[in-house]
């Protein structure tokens, strides 16, 4: 951020218009995306069935779709696409926003928002200790699944053609095909 420039905080954030835009802060810079496209959506949908249906099954936690707002600081407001957290953290939860950091957190990315979700999230989302951060790439046909270890993100790519393994998520296996279909 440059000197002198205004820093926004959760306050700000929630004055913001609502305007079916997508607003958040990162180190206290606002940023506003529009809302996804439908290819975004299809692919945000499909990846939330399969991580909702997963968890719910094994009671493992809650697993939400956007908007919702993650509050990882005062001026830190993230909305990601689908973020799960475990039974452990489910005190994050809170009656308007999730106040913490999830253990998993999707971001599938757009034109307007691949800067933001590769580079300034990822820092972000290591910072405060995310344990798990997938970037979707529907251009890419690929899904970067980073675990954070060592104070920093290990990262494995999964294409098209192979089929999505986590340990956070023992026996899940999503098959990329289905995902990115269109």
């Not at 990162?26 to 990846?47: K, T």
């Not at 009656?95 to 253990?103: A, F, L, R, T, V």
């Not at 995310?130 to 790519?157: G, H, L």
Request: glycine content about 4%; some cysteine; charged content about 25%.
């Amino acid at each position: 951020m440059a000197e002198g420039a205004i820093q926004f905080t959760y306050d700000d954030y929630l004055s913001f218009p609502y305007d079916l835009k997508i607003h958040q802060i990162v180190e206290g810079e606002h940023y506003v995306n529009p809302s996804p496209v439908p290819y975004h959506q299809a692919i945000s949908g499909r990846l939330f069935r399969i991580l909702a249906d997963f968890v719910e099954s094994r009671n493992l936690g809650q697993v939400f779709a956007a908007p919702i707002d993650v509050v990882l600081s005062n001026i830190n407001v993230v909305v990601p696409d689908i973020i799960f957290i475990s039974r452990e953290k489910e005190r994050i939860i809170g009656e308007k926003c999730i106040s913490g950091p999830p253990d998993l957190i999707v971001e599938i990315l757009s034109e307007g928002t691949k800067k933001l979700d590769k580079d300034l999230k990822s820092k972000l989302y290591a910072k405060f200790g995310v344990m798990e951060y997938w970037i979707v790439d529907p251009k890419e046909k690929a899904i970067t699944v980073c675990r954070f270890s060592n104070k920093r993100y290990q990262t494995t790519i999964f294409t098209a053609a192979e089929e999505l393994t986590t340990p956070t998520f023992s026996r899940l296996r999503i098959s990329l095909v289905d995902i990115f279909r269109r």
